[in-house]
């Protein structure tokens, strides 16, 4: 029996499935690919552009209640690696949300995505550990640990134990979103503290004017460190919208 087969009652909740786009942030800004958002979120960005993906209570700065019902859809694996398969591009980003909240069913996709020659990067937030099962599929982790100025504390954005096991698959860039150079002290120490090795850093906003302020600000600093920018192009290309 095929992999497809034993896996084909598997489910995986998803938000929505885009593509061909281009992937806006990180060390692979620019490339065409496709790709899935999944649906929850363990965590509460005051500053979240995607709480369509976890907010029904609107918490979010947006302040709107998202309706569960609406934005979350049991799919198949196999159905949603069909979607991002006929897409016809070489990479595809699953995002969220927070992916590895269901990192079982996460990891059957990238099986089936490295099986068709497709590569993967996974978007997360950096509080939960990759299986050694998902790590084994050479998935790319872009982590984002999340700053004060999320609205949360590091007793719930840092998690030295998914830090230390993300940074050791080698294949990890951690994304800090900031907003100025202050943000680059708190960065600072959660990089010496875990010992993180490829940094990279993205202005925090939602259109072009603010992130060009916040990229502005940081770019002196950050080059001082030695250490990567991001901006996000997506934005740049087509504002907040949904979708693309
Ligand atoms: Fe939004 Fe990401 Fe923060 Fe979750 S971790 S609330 S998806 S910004």
């Not at 979240?48 to 907010?55: G, L, N, V």
């Not at 943000?183 to 490829?198: K, N, Q, T, Y």
Request: charged residues 20%.
């Amino acid at each position: 029996m095929s992999r497809q087969e034993t896996t084909r009652g598997r489910k995986i909740v998803v938000n929505e499935i885009f593509g061909p786009t281009i992937q806006g942030e990180g060390p692979s800004m620019g490339r065409i690919c496709s790709f899935v958002r999944l649906g929850g979120c363990n965590l509460t960005c005051t500053w979240c552009d995607t709480p369509y993906t976890w907010d029904w209570t609107g918490q979010s700065n947006e302040g709107t209640a998202y309706d569960p019902k609406a934005e979350l859809h049991a799919m198949h694996v196999v159905d949603v690696a069909d979607r991002l398969r006929a897409m016809d591009v070489r990479l595809v980003v699953i995002s969220g949300g927070e992916p590895l909240q269901q990192q079982q069913t996460v990891t059957l996709l990238c099986h089936m995505l490295k099986e068709s020659g497709v590569s993967v990067e996974i978007e997360t937030n950096g509080t939960i550990a990759p299986s050694p099962a998902l790590t084994a599929t050479q998935a790319r982790f872009n982590v984002s640990p999340k700053l004060r100025h999320s609205g949360m504390g590091p007793e719930r954005t840092v998690v030295p134990v998914a830090l230390r096991a993300l940074n050791a698959t080698g294949g990890a860039a951690f994304k800090f979103v900031c907003r100025g150079p202050a943000d680059l002290e708190e960065v600072d120490a959660i990089v010496a503290r875990h010992g993180l090795e490829s940094v990279w850093i993205m202005p925090e906003g939602q259109d072009q004017e603010t992130l060009t302020r916040h990229m502005s600000s940081l770019a002196d600093a950050v080059v001082a460190r030695r250490w990567n920018m991001s901006t996000r192009i997506h934005v740049q290309a087509w504002g907040n919208r949904r979708g693309v």
